[in-house]
C-alpha cells in the first residue's frame, strides 16, 4: 500500500546569513524601505557584536530536520516531505509552496518557529502561504499551526531550561521575568491573543517549576512611530531595581532559538543596562536542538493532519 505523502511547511523569521545581506534584509524588515546609512550602520554592529552574523538560518533549518525525524520515528504509515522556509530571507514562504506543488504534494502543514500567535506574527506567515497557493493552478490541501504556546513538551523543556539556570543563583533568589517580542500596540484593538499567550505561557511554566512570583514584559520593539507592547524589558528591570531587586532571571519563552534579539538585546545591551542599576542579569538558555521542542512540534503537526492521511 502507498504511503500518503504529506508535506510538512517549517517557517521560521530569517536572517542575513553574511555581512552583505544586511542592507537587503532590513530593507525587506522595513516593507521596501532601506533603512538610513546610520541604521543601517548600527544593525551591522550588532551584528559584529555577536560574532558577524547570526546562525538563526542555521539552527532553523535543524530544528526542522529534528522535527521531521520524529515525524518520521512515531508515524511511519506518512511519507513526509520537508521543507523550511523564512519570513524575512531565502529560502523564501512562497517558493517554498511553489516548490511544494512541483514535487506534486497534495496534502500539507505549516507551523512558525514561534510558539505564541498573533495576526502580526504567525498571521503573516499564513498570509505568504495563503498568497501563494492563490497563485497555483492546482492549490494543496493546507493545514495551519496558529500557535502552539501550551504544548505539553514545550512546557516542559521550558521548566527545565528556568531550573536549570535558577542554579546559577546559589545564594540569592532571582526574580523571574518572561517575555517575548513586542508587537505594535494597535493589535489589543483586535482581542489579539499575543499577549494572553505570554502570559499562559509564562504562568504553566512557573507553577510547574515551582516559582512563587513571576513577571511579563516585552524586547526588541521596532523603530517606528506607532506604540509598541509594554512593558519593555529594561524598563521592567528597572522598575524591580527601584524596588530593590538584585537578581533577574529573564525567560525569553516566545523565542525557541539563538538570534540576534537574544545574543546582543538581552545578552548585552540588556546586561549593560542591568548592572548600571546594580542588578544582576541572567537568561534561560535557548531550547535551539532541545529534544522537547522537536516532539511538541511534530505532535501539533501530528494534530493538525488527523483524518488527512
Known amino acids: 500500500m502507498t504511503r500518503p505523502v504529506v508535506g510538512v511547511l517549517v517557517m521560521a523569521y530569517g536572517t542575513p ?37 547570526s546562525q538563526l538560518n542555521r539552527i532553523s533549518r535543524a530544528q526542522a530536520e529534528a522535527v521531521l525525524r520524529v515525524l518520521q520515528a512515531e508515524a511511519p504509515e506518512a511519507d513526509w516531505r520537508l521543507y523550511v522556509a523564512n519570513k524575512h530571507w531565502e529560502p523564501w514562504i512562497p517558493d517554498a509552496v511553489a516548490r511544494m506543488a512541483a514535487d506534486g504534494i497534495e496534502r500539507a ?27 497555483l493552478e492546482r492549490p ?7 500557535s502552539w504556546h501550551l504544548e505539553p513538551d514545550f512546557i516542559a523543556a521550558q521548566v527545565e531550561l528556568v531550573q536549570e539556570a535558577l542554579s546559577r543563583f546559589p545564594e540569592e533568589e532571582p526574580e523571574v521575568l518572561f517575555t517575548c517580542h513586542s508587537l505594535p500596540a494597535r493589535i489589543l484593538e ?8 505570554l502570559r499562559e505561557m509564562g504562568e504553566e511554566i512557573a507553577q510547574r517549576a515551582g516559582l512563587a512570583r513571576v513577571h ?3 524586547q526588541s520593539a521596532g523603530r517606528t512611530p506607532e506604540p509598541w507592547l509594554g512593558p519593555d524589558v529594561k524598563e521592567k528591570v528597572a522598575e524591580l531595581a527601584r524596588e530593590g531587586v538584585r537578581a533577574v532571571l529573564v525567560a525569553p519563552v516566545g523565542f525557541v532559538a539563538d538570534n540576534l534579539e537574544i545574543l546582543y538585546d538581552l545578552d548585552i545591551e540588556l546586561k549593560q543596562a542591568a548592572a548600571a542599576m546594580g542588578v544582576r542579569v541572567e537568561r534561560t538558555r535557548m531550547l535551539n536542538d532541545h529534544p522537547g521542542l522537536a516532539r511538541a512540534l511534530a505532535r501539533v503537526v501530528l494534530r493538525a493532519v488527523q483524518g488527512a492521511l
Open 109 to 135: 502543514v505549516g507551523v512558525v518557529l514561534a510558539p505564541q500567535g498573533s495576526r502580526l506574527s504567525s498571521g503573516e506567515y499564513f498570509e505568504q502561504v495563503d498568497q501563494a497557493l492563490a497563485k
Open 190 to 197: 483586535w482581542d489579539d491573543p499575543y499577549p494572553v499567550h
Open 216 to 218: 511579563f514584559a516585552y
Open 17 to 53: 546569513n553574511r555581512r552583505e545581506e544586511i542592507l537587503p534584509y532590513y530593507t525587506h524588515i522595513r516593507r521596501g524601505r532601506p533603512p538610513t546609512p546610520e541604521l543601517l550602520q548600527e544593525l551591522t554592529e550588532r551584528y559584529d557584536a555577536i560574532g558577524g552574523v
Open 140 to 146: 494543496f490541501w493546507f493545514a495551519r499551526i496558529p
